[in-house]
């Protein structure tokens, strides 16, 4: 992951929207959750929730399967893994071994 991928993923997430939809999809089945099911449960229109799912698609954190007519979504945390990874590396590099 370089700088470039670290920074679109920052800026998918420098919305509280966007954190709230992260944070819903992480405690949701690896599955996925269909697109309403996600905005009734965080009371986001569905088209409120569609412009701030793009922004997170782009960033690769939010995975979107079609399965019929529904949009299953989930998240993709070994990219989200990954952004750990590095900003203990930056952060903590000699406090926080990653081995």
């Not at 949009?71 to 070994?78: E, F, N, P, Q, R």
Request: aromatic fraction near 2%; hydrophobic fraction near 45%.
């Amino acid at each position: 992951m370089n700088a470039h991928d670290v920074s679109i993923l920052f800026s998918a997430l420098a919305h509280p929207t966007r954190v709230e939809v992260l944070m819903a999809l992480l405690n949701t089945p690896k599955s996925g959750i269909p697109m309403g099911e996600l905005s009734d449960a965080l009371g986001i229109p569905a088209s409120t929730l569609k412009h701030h799912l793009l922004e997170m698609e782009q960033a690769g954190i939010v995975c979107r399967i079609q399965e019929g007519r529904k949009s299953l979504l989930s998240v993709d945390t070994a990219k989200l893994d990954n952004v750990v990874e590095l900003m203990r590396r930056i952060c903590c590099p000699s406090a926080c071994p990653l081995d």
